[in-house]
């Protein structure tokens, strides 16, 4: 689970509400329908999804925050696609697209940057072309970076300022990895102003064969390998692996203030948020923490009930809080802990009590425990690929790692092989690093690290 920054380039209204849901629920049942094959040293992976009406394709790159170059830039070349290339305008890209009914979107997380085709089956053709294009003719206009990408860039800055939970989980990163590889921000600041220079380099350090892989739904392996060697020949070549920041862990302590927009006098509006975490694993390490973080839980599974997890009966003890447990995982490292929501004058209180409940968890799981923990665990794995856009990102991640594409099948296996003393010693290991701490709200009312530990 984590927070990416996503726009959409183009929108279809008329189409939107049409595209990949029925698709999309084939292709999150199992990934086994993913070839894998190269088409101009690229890797490709595609799944034929019979019976969708719609396609879609991604180009996955190597270019998240923690690949940057220059605080920001990420995001900001985020913003910087899908303009004006050496075959067509900004307009015309959005006129062509339209006409043709389909979607052209833009998201970043910590590692990857994503660009999305989405459009009817049988338009593979034009849509290859314009993501093709993005990466090998994209004029970068100087015009378009100061009137389209840099005004983007703010409002999407802005926008996190008034969303604490998200201000929150960057804070965390940031806290966590110092700010640096895995720490950088997803989201350009305007204390550390990305020139137009700046944005142009990293974009050509990026687009190379040897930094994107290409993932597709609702199309052949053959048509889109023959697709993918012919609009992305042009393509920049290998200019060596683009380098990865940081991954160490430090831990540390954080506080954000944050105050509700004008006119928000909702009660929750106003409570404080605070996020406790150690670290974790990698996305493809052992599972004894996504199991741990099932049995946690804090999400009700039944409507108009709080549930029955150990997170959920420390939210009842205080009116109108959430406690929720999370394991974010990256390429090699993670982030485990909780997020809890409640008033300022209660929420220590509620902190406190969600530290002990990890606490004595990891110590103490019975044996009907880990099994509904287990079973709650791959509901979880597979409800995450119930969508095309994460279906894509679990490829493509894979796939940049030169990695074969992992089956749910795996993961189930892996998670039927956890025991009770392998996921106690896992957990253990986490609970020993230095904790992470952010306190976002009214700075002066909320607790500090060694107040809730």
């Given amino acids: 689970m984590f927070i990416a920054a996503r726009s ?23 990934t086994r329908g993913f070839s894998t094959v190269q088409a101009e040293g690229i890797p490709v992976a595609a799944s034929a999804g019979e019976g ?7 180009v996955a790159i190597k270019a998240g925050p923690r690949f940057e170059s220059t605080p920001g830039v990420a995001h900001v070349l985020k913003n910087f696609t899908f ?9 015309a890209i959005v006129r062509e697209a339209e006409l043709n009914g389909g979607i052209l979107s833009s998201a970043l997380s910590k590692e990857h940057l994503l660009l999305t085709a989405e459009f009817l089956r049988g338009d593979e053709d034009f849509f290859v072309q314009i993501l093709g294009d993005v990466l090998s003719s994209s004029k970068f206009a100087s015009h378009e970076f100061k009137e389209e990408v840099l005004p983007a860039v703010q409002a999407e800055y802005e926008t996190v300022l008034n969303q604490p939970n998200v201000l929150g989980y960057d804070s965390l990163t940031q806290t966590a990895y110092r700010q640096r590889g895995l720490g950088a921000s997803l989201f350009a600041s305007p204390s550390s102003p990305v020139s137009y220079s700046q944005s142009v380099a990293f974009a050509r350090s990026v687009f190379a064969k040897d930094n994107i892989a290409v993932v597709g739904s609702g199309i052949e392996s053959d048509a889109l390998q023959r697709l993918v060697s012919t609009h992305f020949k042009d393509v920049s070549p290998s200019k060596g692996a683009v380098e990865a920041g940081s991954k160490q862990y430090f831990g540390g302590d954080a506080r954000v203030p944050y105050t509700p927009h004008h006119g928000d006098d909702s009660p929750r509006s106003h409570f404080g ?20 973080r099932s049995h946690l839980g804090g999400e009700s599974s039944v409507k108009w009930s709080s549930g029955l997890s150990p997170l959920s009966k420390v939210a009842e003890s205080v009116e109108g809080s959430t406690v929720n447990a999370f394991n974010i995982n990256f390429t090699d490292s993670g982030l485990f802990g909780v997020y809890v929501t409640a008033p300022h004058a209660q929420l220590q209180q509620v902190v406190k009590s969600a530290a002990q409940a990890i606490k004595d968890t990891s110590k103490s799981l019975s044996k009907e425990d880990l099994e509904k923990a287990k079973a709650k665990a791959k509901f979880e794995a597979a409800s995450a690929l119930e969508t095309r856009a994460s279906v894509h990102a679990a490829v493509a991640g894979q796939l940049l790692e030169g990695k074969k594409v992992q089956l749910l099948e795996e993961t189930f296996s892996k998670i ?12 253990d290991k986490a609970l020993k690093t230095k904790a992470t701490t952010v306190a976002v ?5 909320l607790p500090y690290a060694d107040e809730v530990l």
């Fill in 8 to 30: 959409s380039a183009l929108t279809a209204s008329a189409v939107r509400s049409n595209v990949g849901r029925k698709g999309a629920s084939i292709l999150g049942r199992s």
């Fill in 52 to 58: 969708a009406k719609t396609a879609a394709i991604t």
């Fill in 83 to 91: 303009k004006s290339n050496a075959r067509r305008s900004a307009l």
């Fill in 273 to 292: 948020h605070y996020f406790l975490a150690f670290e974790g694993g990698a996305v493809d390490a052992s599972p004894e923490l996504a199991i741990l």
């Fill in 416 to 427: 039927d092989g956890v025991s009770a003393s392998s996921l106690a010693s896992a957990a």
């Fill in 441 to 445: 709200g009214d700075v002066h009312k």
